[in-house]
């Protein structure tokens, strides 16, 4: 598999998964709309704190059963195109978890992996495998830090250097 690379780069993509996916509430029950509300205050200030840095826009993916992350994050553009669509253009991948972290790894994308203690045990191991399988850098939106764009652009590069023995894998 060839690892690809875009032209464009114009953006910072945030992949959607809902916290109250169907696969989480399966497993662990409903998500008590306090916990989904704090997740999204976070993420909301994180996602502010990741454009302002990388002098980027910030466009949200939206995950097709996605309700309330439009509401809590209605000041960023929230694109109706489909995510995989979005994905050779940006410039950074924001995810916790999600299929598509292959579609930014075959783009060649830098890949910024975030955590959450709302997120749950089942969210928390998927975004953990594709952390540890990728070497991705991981960031905690729940814990207010000072972010060193140098350093994260320097770790996610040192992350690329993992794709190609993860296609092949």
């Excluded at 993420?43 to 097709?64: E, M």
């Excluded at 979005?86 to 075959?106: G, Q």
Aim: glycine content about 2%.
């Amino acid at each position: 598999v060839n690892v690809k690379s875009s032209k464009k780069k114009n953006y910072i993509l945030y992949i959607d998964v809902p916290i109250n996916h169907a696969d989480r509430v399966l497993r662990e029950g409903d998500v008590p709309i306090e916990i989904q509300i704090k997740f999204y205050q976070n993420l909301n200030r994180f996602l502010k704190k990741i454009s302002k840095i990388f002098k980027k826009k910030v466009i949200i993916g939206a995950h097709p059963s996605s309700k309330i992350a439009l509401k809590y994050l209605s000041n960023f553009e929230i694109s109706k195109k489909r995510t995989i669509d979005l994905i050779p253009n940006c410039e950074l991948v924001v995810v916790t978890h999600s299929s598509l972290i292959s579609s930014a790894v075959i783009y060649n994308k830098q890949i910024l992996s975030i955590r959450s203690k709302y997120l749950g045990k089942f969210i928390t191991n998927l975004a953990e495998k594709y952390m540890n399988a990728l070497r991705l850098v991981s960031l905690d939106i729940d814990k207010n830090t000072r972010i060193n764009k140098d350093d994260i652009v320097r770790k996610m590069n040192f992350s690329k250097k993992k794709y190609k023995k993860y296609l092949s894998s």
